[in-house]
């Protein structure tokens, strides 16, 4: 018999020093009304020097799993999302596992970029619908200020830091309609130059800074998150309409409404977060995920549409019933 998974706790953490546009216009050709028009971004969370992606996520993970009321040892799984590990290898996720003492958990990051968090929320799924794994610990952890050139006026004001985590646990399959009802994942490796750092291996040992052709992944944002949400909903025979919370990668205000707008999902059911976190990449959606729980907008039996796109590209979806 197949499992289902639940999701019985969120978490979250942002680092304290906020960095506000006017401080960014202080410093590139920049203003606080262009960020904000185009954008919908006031401010951003940046890392202490001392931070590492890996602190973050262990501060979210730790919250998360207080309030699934399950101690680390009681995890069978780790997944990270990160495109911003603390070094090359071992993964950020073992040097989670370390920080909480989950010592009998199999831990492994994944490398989605900007749709990482429904990817690692995918594997994890099928894990416990596998039976492979009973209580797994979901992670979207970023440092994306150590990815910017601060004097890149293109790209420095979109991306922000943080790290959000979601437990996630199996129970017996005698209710369908419950716990995560589908994930479905996309990639276009032909548009890898839309969004890319200027490393390589073999080239500097640095991580590079970021290019962007936003203009190219904004036309193409709609259109790719559309049939990502589309084929969620075909799946499990459902419409629009029936979607309680929609929580999407908050990458730029102007694509949210451009994905509501299609679907007809009305303003005062969108979880936008865009506004004091800017992009943070694999961590956007357990942040916004867990924002809207602890303020109470997500209830049990809530349907809950999640959704990314990034670089790649990659993209997805996921439904779940709370
Ligand atoms: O998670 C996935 C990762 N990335 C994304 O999803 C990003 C998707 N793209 C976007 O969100 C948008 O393309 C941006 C917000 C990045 C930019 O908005 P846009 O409306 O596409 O602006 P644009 O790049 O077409 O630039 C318009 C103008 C340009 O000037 P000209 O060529 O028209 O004279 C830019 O040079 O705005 C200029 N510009 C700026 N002006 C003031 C670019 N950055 C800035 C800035 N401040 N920070």
Same mark, same amino acid.
Do not use: I, K, M, V
């Given at each position: 018999m197949l499992n289902i998974s639940t999701i019985i706790g969120c978490g979250a953490y942002l680092p304290e020093r906020i960095v506000t546009n006017n401080e960014l216009a202080a410093r590139v050709d920049t203003t606080d009304e262009w960020i904000r028009e185009r954008s919908g971004i006031t401010q951003r969370h940046v890392a202490a020097e001392n931070e590492q992606t890996s602190d973050l996520a262990t501060k979210a993970a730790r919250q998360a799993l207080e309030r699934a009321d399950l101690?680390? *040892?009681? $995890?069978d799984c780790i997944v990270v999302a990160t !495109? !911003?590990?603390?070094?090359?290898?071992?993964? !950020?996720a073992a040097r989670i596992q370390a920080n909480l003492g989950a010592i009998k958990a199999f831990a492994f990051d994944v490398q989605a970029v900007c749709s990482g968090f429904v990817y690692a929320l995918a594997m994890a799924d099928n894990f416990i619908r596998l039976g492979q794994a009973k209580n797994v610990l979901v992670i979207g952890a970023e440092t994306m200020s150590r990815l $910017?050139?601060?004097?890149?006026r293109g790209t420095c004001f979109l991306f922000g830091d943080g790290a959000g985590s979601v437990v996630l646990q199996a129970s017996a399959d005698s209710n369908k309609n419950q716990g995560i009802l589908s994930t479905h994942l996309f990639s276009d490796?032909?548009?890898?130059?839309?969004l890319y750092t200027?490393?390589? $291996?073999?080239?500097?040992q640095s991580r590079g800074t970021i290019h962007m052709q936003g203009r190219e992944i904004f036309k193409s944002a709609v259109d790719k998150i559309g049939q990502a949400v589309e084929k969620a909903l075909d799946h499990n025979q459902l419409k629009a309409t029936d979607i309680d919370w929609f929580v999407p990668h908050q990458a730029n205000a102007r694509i949210i409404k451009g994905v509501c707008d299609r679907f007809s999902i009305? *303003? *005062?059911k969108m979880v936008v977060t865009i506004a004091e976190h800017a992009n943070t990449s694999a961590a956007s959606i357990p942040l916004a995920l867990e924002k809207a729980v602890s303020d109470g907008r997500i209830q049990k039996g809530n349907l809950v549409l999640i959704e990314a796109m990034g670089g790649g590209l990659t993209w997805g979806s996921a439904l779940i019933r709370w």
């Open positions: 101690s680390a *040892e009681q $995890l !495109t !911003t590990p603390d070094h090359t290898f071992p993964a !950020t $910017l050139d601060w004097q890149d490796g032909r548009h890898y130059d839309w200027d490393n390589s $291996l073999g080239g500097p009305p *303003e *005062e």
